[in-house]
Nanobody, 124 residues
Framework: QVQLVESGGGSVQAGGSLRLACVVSGSSISRVSMAWFRQAPGKEREGVANFLSAANTYYDASVKGRFIISQDNARNTLYLQMNNLKPEDTAMYYC??????????????????WGQGTQVTVSS
């Protein structure tokens, strides 16, 4: 059973940065496809970024150029570096995993395992 634990959320002012981490247990991170999602109050959960390899990362248009997804196989950890944060980035952020597949996806239906979430609040 894959378990995911996120950390690193917090409150920042617009323009600030945060780095989220997601520790994976129950599987080697190299054997699963990993992604970050977020859900704002009253809105559906949406995909933010998907990591396939260091050379293959995919981002939602709303965060492209500001967020960076990365993975440390030695630490079995997924990261999300968030720069130039905006108030509209305020949400609960979740990491998600699925059995490894060679194509990207930012659809919730394609992920089997979910963390408990970490809150990110950006004030103007």
């Amino acid at each position: 059973q894959v378990q995911l634990v996120e950390s690193g959320g917090g409150s920042v002012q617009a323009g600030g940065s945060l780095r989220l981490a997601c520790v994976v247990s129950g599987s080697s991170i190299s054997r699963v496809s990993m992604a970050w999602f977020r859900q704002a109050p009253g809105k559906e959960r949406e995909g933010v970024a998907n990591f396939l390899s260091a050379a293959n990362t995919y981002y939602d248009a709303s965060v492209k150029g500001r967020f960076i997804i990365s993975q440390d196989n030695a630490r079995n950890t997924l990261y999300l570096q968030m720069n130039n944060l905006k108030p509209e980035d305020t949400a609960m952020y979740y990491c998600a995993a699925s059995p490894w597949r060679p194509w990207w996806s930012l659809l919730t239906k394609d992920y089997t395992y979910w963390g408990q979430g970490t809150q990110v609040t950006v004030s103007s």
